[in-house]
């Protein structure tokens, strides 16, 4: 008689624990889930999707740039006098835009990697110091007045060995476009 209500009792017990621990393995998956959720709509809403604005931004600008440019150079001819003012009145227009537009959006960037990196891949924090230093040497080239500033040669040389960070842009992007896929997935 013991036998038969011991039998009853165990698998009870059993059964109980066997819904308990499935319930909360459910309950963690949930958790982690929404916790997974959570940290990247703040990857996204405060770092990613911040910086992908200003690159946008910062690409727009600087196409419309060469293309304008790419445009005057193919026209120009050097030894015409007025070409050759013309081509320097459009390289300080450029230097112009590039301090009041362009460096104000660099200078928002460095400002999300200082206060936002713990959002950041490390990959993409591992962009910063080179970012750093290009917007650096484009400042304080592009502070001094036309007449103080490098000669075409120096600039080009200094455009060469800092290019425009484009593999930080592109790695970016495609972060972004990562966290965006994998978000909708998990809260959808």
């Known amino acids: 008689m013991i036998n038969q209500l011991i039998s009853p ?5 059993v059964a109980a624990l066997v819904s308990y621990a499935l319930w909360r393995l459910r309950f ?11 940290f990247l709509e703040k990857q996204l809403s405060e770092f990613y999707g911040p910086m992908l604005m200003c690159i946008k931004q910062v690409r727009s600008i600087t196409q419309l740039r060469y293309e304008e440019e790419s445009l005057f150079q193919t026209y120009m001819n050097p030894e015409i006098e007025d070409d050759r003012k ?10 112009k835009q590039h301090r009041e537009s362009i ?7 460095l400002d999300l990697f200082e206060t936002k990196s713990h959002l950041a891949e490390p990959e993409v924090v591992e962009h ?19 007449g103080l500033a490098l000669p075409l040669e120096a600039a080009s040389q200094l455009s060469e060995r800092y290019p425009e960070p484009v593999d930080f842009y592109n790695l970016t992007e495609a972060q972004y476009n990562e966290k965006k896929l994998e978000f909708r997935e998990l809260t959808s």
């Open 86 to 95: 013309n081509y320097s009145e459009l390289i300080e227009k450029h230097n």
């Open 9 to 13: 009792a165990i698998a009870g017990i």
């Open 28 to 38: 963690t998956q949930e958790f982690r889930t929404r916790k997974t959720a959570e």
């Open 103 to 109: 460096m104000p959006i660099w200078e928002q960037m």
């Open 128 to 146: 910063y110091e080179r970012f750093v230093k290009f917007t650096r040497l484009w400042g304080d080239h592009l502070e001094k007045p036309i």
